[in-house]
Each structure stands twice: as C-alpha cells, then as structure tokens.
C-alpha cells in the first residue's frame, strides 16, 4: 500500500511565550494592591492578526509569516492567558478570570491588539524589531463605566535574524507590554476618585 497523500513539506513548528515571573517589591505590592476581583475579555486582534500563525512585517506595509512555523494558539488567545497568568502573578487583584469564567467579577478588561508582529518593513536585511502594542480598556463590570483606557507597549530587536531569536525578542516585547498593562491597570484602579 502506499499513501497518495505524502509530501515534502516541512513539519510546522510550533512556539509559545512564558508569562514573566517579576518579582514583586512587597512595599510597592502593599501600596499598588486594589483587591478587586478582574475578568479580561477575549481580545480583539487588528487584522491579519488574529492568527496562530506568527506574522512579520514587510517594507511596502505588506503583511506575510514565517513558513512552517505557528504560534500554540491564535495570537488573542496567546494574549488573553499572558495577560491573566501577569495580572494574577502581580497579586493587585483578589482573582483574575478569563473571558470564559462563570464567576462576576468588579472590573472587566477589554484588549485591542494592534501590533504583534516582526517589523522588517526597514528593508536592509538587518535582524527585526518585534512590537507588541495593546490597546486597553477597563471598566466597572456591574455599570458598564470606563475607569481607564491606556495603551501598553513593548519592543525588542532580534539578535539574528533566526526564528528563535525572534521568537526570543517576541517574549522580551510581550513581557514589556504586559508589565506596562498590568501596572497600568493596577494604578487606574488604585487611583482616588
């Protein structure tokens, strides 16, 4: 027997981010803490970002992606778990849920992600930067009022221009922005009223 369904392409190689392990500074935690509970909503992606697949930035604003290559989950997704395991690691809120939680929480957070992409749009040949921008929206669950809205961003250059050193400079963009939002977020809360 044989198949009529072999082919020479290469086997897809698939990559995930680790949400960063910051450690927290106990007077500013003490602080910054609000102890509301947040649920964050699926995020919206821009277009052509809304992918598993792992999107660069071409000169002439063309969009394309790394051959044979995916991120473990569409890029909302991939941001949504990011954003959850940074907000709860930051010990700021009583309990981080996702969009998928049954539970009723005080503040619900909405992302817009802008840009998560591998920019080589300079043209030289030269390694990429990666950007990651997220734009941010948190309000009151229970009145539908916006507390804040801020934008959290990140970048980082690619020490070569090899997949695992963009995958590498993508973990140090997405651990910026998701800092950024978490610090952000915590202080809009926390702020008097």
Same mark, same amino acid.
């Given at each position: ?40 909503? =699926? ?17 002439? =604003? ?132």
């Amino acid at each position: 027997c044989s198949s009529l369904l072999t082919g020479t392409a290469p086997a897809v190689q698939v990559y995930t981010l680790r949400a960063a392990t910051a450690p927290v500074d106990e007077k500013d935690a003490a602080a910054a803490a609000v102890k509301a509970s947040l649920r964050i909503a =699926h995020p919206l992606a821009a277009p052509g970002l809304g992918t598993s697949q792992i999107v660069l930035l071409e000169p002439d =604003h063309r969009m394309n992606v790394y051959a044979a290559s995916a991120w473990a989950a569409d890029a909302p997704a991939l941001i949504e778990s990011l954003a959850a395991q940074t907000l709860r690691a930051s010990g700021d809120w009583s309990s981080v849920e996702d969009a998928e939680s049954p539970f009723p929480s005080d503040y619900l957070l909405q992302i817009s992600i802008r840009r998560f992409d591998a920019d080589y749009s300079a043209g030289s040949g030269a390694p990429p930067t990666v950007h990651v921008t997220l734009d941010c929206t948190l309000g009151k669950e229970d009145a539908r009022t916006i507390a804040a809205s801020f934008v959290a961003t990140g970048s980082a250059a690619a020490d070569a221009n090899k997949l695992s050193d963009v995958v590498a400079a993508f973990q140090q963009a997405t651990d910026a922005a998701l800092t950024s939002l978490s610090h952000q977020a915590t202080a809009a809360i926390g702020r008097p009223r």
